[in-house]
């Protein structure tokens, strides 16, 4: 039987085993997935060498660049990143790491994008904002971090107005503010200024609808949360592990 899994630390509910203990059961496929939690990211190789039948992994937090220097190789999104979630371990026991943020943000926010939607506000300036920064590069907007200390080429949530608002009519959130339990928090902005040609998308899936989205819907913005990301993420990382090198 071959395993796949994940590895991060803390490892609370996880999406990713849900998603593909479902998909074994759904498609009839004789595998398991398994949630690794290791408190420092030189343990993958301990769980590569004792997990016989160990096919692939996802990567989360703390672990997506401390893992790097471990891996065999790099795909070209996952090194331009700089940040890894998905990891394919071959049969050799060679390991190759790869990003699929990129796709399952841009595949979900493709959609949604008008012609006006030229300049988009990111917030948080973590390992996901990297991946949804060059999405959004690749989609033709240009893009500015949102941060919470001063930094060179950085907005702080002290300088975004409402004509900054005006100026900037996509915002993606890729901050952990609004995740649960912490639902009744929101990226520090001047709502009110937002219009019906605003598009904000939140990385956040837990709720599905943040309090982000939901004070961006009361001023007619479209909203999208981070949900379907994981999906095609999830489908992404599948992808990777059984391509053909």
């Known amino acids: 039987m071959e395993t796949y899994g994940l590895i991060g630390y803390p490892l609370g509910h996880s999406f990713s085993r849900a998603f593909f203990t479902d998909k074994f059961k759904r498609e009839g496929i004789d595998a398991e997935y398994r949630n690794f939690e290791i408190?420092?990211?030189?343990?993958?190789l301990d769980i590569v060498r004792q997990t016989p039948g160990l096919r692939?992994?996802?990567?989360?937090i703390p672990h997506k660049q401390a893992v790097i220097p471990l891996l065999s190789s790099l795909s070209d999104e996952a090194r331009e990143i700089g940040a890894v979630n998905v990891i394919k371990v071959s049969p050799d026991g060679s390991l190759k790491g790869y990003n699929s943020d990129i796709i399952g943000f841009s595949e979900s926010i493709r959609p949604l994008l008008q012609p006006?939607?030229?300049?988009?506000?990111?917030?948080?300036t973590g390992g996901a904002s990297k991946a949804v920064c060059l999405g959004l590069s690749r989609l033709g907007l240009k893009w500015t971090y949102v941060s919470r200390t001063k930094r060179e080429g950085c907005l702080t949530y002290q300088d975004v107005t409402p004509e900054t608002l005006s100026q900037y009519e996509v915002i993606v959130n890729c901050s952990p503010v609004g995740m649960h339990p912490h639902v009744d928090e929101a990226p520090a902005l001047p709502y009110?200024?937002?219009?019906?040609?605003?598009?904000l998308?939140?990385?956040?899936?837990?709720p599905e609808e943040s309090?982000?989205?939901?004070l961006g819907k009361a001023q007619g913005a479209t909203v999208k949360g981070g949900l379907e990301m994981l999906h095609l993420q999830a489908i992404a990382s599948w992808k990777f592990w059984h391509q053909e090198e």
């Open 39 to 44: 408190k420092e990211a030189a343990m993958l």
């Open 201 to 206: 998308y939140d990385l956040v899936y837990n």
């Open 192 to 199: 009110t200024a937002l219009t019906p040609r605003h598009l």
């Open 211 to 214: 309090r982000f989205l939901r």
């Open 56 to 60: 692939g992994l996802n990567c989360t």
């Open 116 to 124: 006006h939607h030229r300049h988009a506000l990111v917030l948080g």
